[in-house]
């Protein structure tokens, strides 16, 4: 028979240990938050549902994103051990420059909808994290404000080309000027992709105060009192624009764009050059023969054409099409340092991060971006330990394959 006692007060004060009290509610938000789905399930508990759902959504049946995710899924990681891992860097270099983490904040429009801190907060992150920053030629804070929240980071500029190449080539002189090294050249868009979350939502930008989004606003009062009480949510490149995203695209980006125009941009910008929304090997073969430093490979994040190829599974015939003459990156389903990882160990010189960025926005303003990156850093310093990898240049197809 088992026998029984008392147990002595200084027993119960080794187990009964409370966690501290945190006031702050956004900070206490964001301590129950260890992966990104954790940051998702906040921002869809935090912001109206048609906010939530142009970050979340993706085309049509949404397969092209659902296929990527899946991809990173079906990744089997293959660790060495006894490697000595108490040290990690995590750093990598980048057209030339030493990135902390492997990976860069993607360029995002209509930011500000997302959380009315918008461009400036992930700036800052990004500055503080050592991680380049794409502000979009769709963003909500200007080319210079971007620049003045974050003078000692890296900046690039993701570029659209319009059907006014006068406009287009103002915004990359500006962008040159404030100090933006790098120009991404998006090639993926030259009709919008049905996103039909956004059309059964009705989003328009900015959001319209309809009887539905009044009745959701209720439910989300915070969301809406920043966005009314706070600067006008516009576009920083457009004077003004009613409508939906898919319609703004049909308006203004030219469906013509050609080699010629990627030769007038590589032309007009004096920097580095990257091309995004690279979905052949073909392609980026033949945009790093026509100037560009480095090619995305991206299906811009599954909301263009649904069952696209999937960025992960055309990395190995892109490394080959390019051999070595560009840098090769890669975006599209990334939701852990894991998958960044395992982008890595198959060539990828490095990915770019969006929703999971935009999901700690959404979440909680800055400090949720910050969390972000602290949850990515920690899951790419944990697979490295495990992988048996003390640096990103370590990193090998013998570590991680697709099944």
Not at 39 to 52: G, H, S
Not at 83 to 97: M, N, Q
Not at 139 to 152: K, L, N, Q
Not at 224 to 245: I, Q, V, Y
């Amino acid at each position: 028979m088992t026998r029984r006692r008392v147990p002595r007060p200084a027993e119960l004060g080794q187990i009964l240990r409370p966690k501290p009290l945190v006031l702050n509610p956004t900070d206490r938000r964001l301590a129950a938050a260890h992966t990104i789905g954790d940051l998702r399930a906040i921002a869809r508990r935090r912001t109206p549902r048609a906010v939530f759902d142009y970050t979340d959504g993706a085309a049509e049946l949404e397969d092209s994103l659902r296929r990527a995710r899946q991809a990173f899924r079906n990744i089997e990681f293959r660790p060495n051990v006894l490697r000595g891992v108490s040290d990690v860097d995590t750093s990598v270099e980048i057209l030339g420059e030493r990135s902390a983490l492997p990976f860069a904040f993607a360029p995002t429009g209509f930011t500000r909808m997302m959380h009315h801190e918008g461009e400036r907060a992930v700036a800052r992150v990004a500055e503080r994290a050592g991680i380049p920053y794409a502000l979009s030629t769709m963003g909500t804070t200007s080319i210079e404000d971007v620049a003045g929240a974050a003078p000692a980071g890296r900046r690039w500029f993701q570029l659209y080309v319009w059907r006014d190449r006068a406009a287009g080539r103002d915004l990359m002189a500006r962008a040159h000027e404030a100090g933006y090294d790098t120009l991404m050249l998006t090639v993926d868009t030259p009709v919008g992709g049905a996103r039909m979350r956004d059309v059964r939502n009705g989003l328009t930008i900015p959001p319209a105060l309809t009887l539905r989004t009044f009745l959701d606003g209720a439910m989300h009062p915070a969301w809406w009192m920043n966005l009314l009480s706070t600067e006008p949510l516009t576009f920083a490149s457009l004077s003004r624009w009613d409508g939906t995203a898919q319609e703004l695209i049909n308006e203004i980006f030219d469906p013509t764009l050609n080699y010629d125009d990627l030769a007038w941009v590589r032309e007009c910008w004096p920097g580095r050059l990257v091309v995004k929304g690279i979905q052949n090997p073909g392609d980026a073969r033949d945009v790093v023969k026509a100037g560009a430093e480095a090619v995305i490979l991206s299906n811009h994040g599954g909301r263009q054409l649904d069952r696209a190829p999937t960025p992960l599974e055309l990395l190995p015939a892109t490394l080959d099409a390019v051999g070595g003459d560009a840098e090769v990156w890669l975006d599209t389903g990334i939701l852990s340092g894991g998958d960044i990882v395992a982008a890595i160990a198959m060539g990828a010189d490095a990915c770019l991060v969006g929703r999971a960025y935009l999901y700690g926005l959404m979440a909680g303003g800055e400090r949720g971006v910050q969390r972000a990156v602290d949850i990515l850093r920690t899951e790419i310093v944990r697979t490295m330990q495990l992988l048996g990898v003390r640096s990103v240049g370590e990193l090998t197809p013998a570590h991680a394959a697709l099944r």
